[in-house]
C-alpha cells in the first residue's frame, strides 16, 4: 500500500509471524540486525544484502553553498553520507516485475 511506513516493530511482527520465535526474540533478532549495518557503516564499510540493495558510504568534499533567501555564500563542510542503491531484484520487484535477474 502507498504511503504506510513500516517501522520496526512491524519487522518484529513479520519476524515473529513467519519464523515462529517469540515476541521478545523476534525483537531481539531485529536489533541486532539493524545494530550490526548501523555499526558497519559507521565504521565506514559498505553493508551488501543480496538480493535487496547495498549501503554505500561516501565521502562529500567541501563546497561552496549558498543561502537561499539572502543569496549568501557559506562553506559546507565535507562530510561522509549514507546512500543506499537498491539492487536490480528489488527494482524490478518495486516495478512489479518477477524480481528475477542479475544482482548489483
Known amino acids: 500500500m502507498a504511503g504506510q511506513t513500516v517501522t520496526r516493530a512491524d519487522l518484529c511482527e513479520a519476524v515473529y509471524q513467519k519464523i515462529g520465535l517469540s515476541r521478545t526474540e523476534s525483537s531481539k533478532l531485529v536489533e541486532a540486525v539493524l545494530d550490526e549495518i548501523c555499526d558497519a557503516v559507521a565504521r565506514g564499510e559498505n553493508v551488501k544484502l543480496s538480493s535487496f540493495g547495498s549501503f554505500v558510504v561516501r565521502d562529500k568534499g567541501e563546497r561552496i553553498g549558498r543561502n537561499p533567501k539572502t543569496g549568501v555564500e557559506v562553506p559546507i ?17 518495486i516495478n512489479g516485475q518477477n524480481g528475477e535477474g542479475e544482482d548489483e
Open 77 to 93: 563542510e565535507p562530510r561522509r553520507v549514507m546512500v543506499f542503491k537498491p539492487s536490480n531484484v528489488m527494482k524490478a520487484r
